[in-house]
């Protein structure tokens, strides 16, 4: 699967951004979509997923504030953020678990800069 996440950019705090990701293939063939983050030095940690029923968590950092949705027919995932905080800034990874045997294997997308000014 490839993806190609875009939507990045540099914003003011307590202004909004979305990403999308596009999926090379049916998004709803995966277990699920998601996105991540990853701070210099640290792994990657979870953001926001969605998966394939349509059931979304979120990290407790961005909920009720950030939104996770696809849209089926465009195989493409969306994170609508809203009232950003300087420490959200960091790179957005996204990320599709795609079924291969019992379990998955991750596949990601090139990573779009988030940049939050305060």
């Known amino acids: 699967v490839q993806l190609q996440a875009s939507g990045g950019g540099l914003v003011q705090a307590g202004g909004s951004l979305r990403l999308s990701c596009a999926a090379s293939e049916s998004i709803l063939r995966m277990n699920a979509m998601g996105w991540y983050v990853q701070a210099p030095g640290k792994q990657r940690e979870l953001i926001a997923r969605i998966a394939r029923g349509g059931s979304t968590n979120y990290a407790d950092s961005v909920k009720g504030r950030f939104t996770i949705s696809r849209d089926n027919a465009k195989n493409t995932v969306y994170l609508q953020m809203n009232s950003l905080k300087p420490e959200d800034t960091s790179v957005y990874y996204c990320?599709?678990?795609?079924?291969?045997?019992?379990?998955?294997?991750?596949?990601w997308g090139q990573g779009t800069q988030v940049t939050v000014s305060s």
């Open positions: 990320n599709a678990e795609k079924p291969m045997g019992y379990g998955s294997v991750a596949y």
